[in-house]
């Protein structure tokens, strides 16, 4: 499975943007996926994940109330849609598939990923 991110870029402060996560090669089995960032100096953390059907989600903290993660199955794409932009969203934005069920926090679960996608939150 190769999975392409896309729909980063230069956003202003309160602003939103929408990520998407094509899945191509193996897909003929749905995966839970999920997204994580990581910024200058920092680990990559845990943004949020989204089961295979697309009906149970789950966000960090930092995200919560601004984030959505979703997901079209026929188009095999996982999207994430961020509002309210602050500057600490500032990161790469990797996506990430898992074989199973399951989705996961940890980025060692994944079996899956993207190259990345750069979010820069500007004034």
């Known amino acids: 499975v190769q999975l392409q991110a896309s729909g980063g870029g230069l956003v202003q402060f309160g602003g939103s943007l929408r990520l998407s996560c094509a899945a191509s090669?193996?897909?003929?089995?749905?995966?839970?996926m999920a997204w994580f960032r990581q910024a200058p100096g920092k680990e990559r953390e845990f943004v949020a994940a989204?089961?295979?059907?697309?009906?149970?989600?789950y966000y960090a903290d930092s995200v919560k109330g601004r984030g959505t993660i979703s997901r079209e199955n026929a188009k095999n794409t996982v999207y994430l849609q961020m509002n309210s932009l602050k500057w600490e969203d500032t990161a790469v934005y990797y996506c990430?598939?898992?074989?199973?069920?399951?989705?996961?926090?940890?980025?060692?679960?994944?079996?899956?990923w993207g190259q990345g996608t750069l979010v820069t939150v500007s004034s």
């Open positions: 990430a598939a898992v074989r199973g069920s399951k989705y996961y926090i940890l980025a060692r679960n994944y079996d899956y």
């Open positions: 090669g193996r897909t003929d089995s749905i995966y839970p």
């Open positions: 989204i089961n295979g059907v697309g009906d149970r989600t």
